[in-house]
């Protein structure tokens, strides 16, 4: 046990040296997907939206119509059941 705890104290003693501010007045490191996308601008990642927004509404507007068939033909059915049951 003695070897695990020395090698925990080594371990904390290299974070806290990390953390004690070697690298002041170094600049920060840039994530590089985000400088991607800050050189690519907003406009095509807007556009991009804007294309999947138009997109996403035809397949809406589909599903209406294809739920309005689906409804349409289940109540006709429905109703033709209950006439027959009532005959």
Do not use: F
């Not at 705890?5 to 004690?20: I, L, M, P, V, Y």
């Not at 991607?36 to 809406?60: A, F």
């Not at 059915?77 to 006439?83: F, S």
């Amino acid at each position: 046990m003695a070897a695990r705890t020395a090698g925990n104290r080594d371990k904390t003693s290299q974070e806290g040296r990390g953390a004690s501010g070697d690298n002041i007045g170094a600049a920060p490191r840039k994530d590089p997907i985000k400088d991607h996308t800050e050189t690519t601008g907003r406009g095509s990642k807007s556009s991009s939206r804007q294309e999947l927004r138009q997109e996403v509404v035809r397949e809406l507007l589909k599903l209406r119509l294809l739920l309005k068939d689906v409804v349409t033909n289940c109540l006709d059915r429905l109703d033709g059941e209950l006439a027959g049951l009532a005959l």
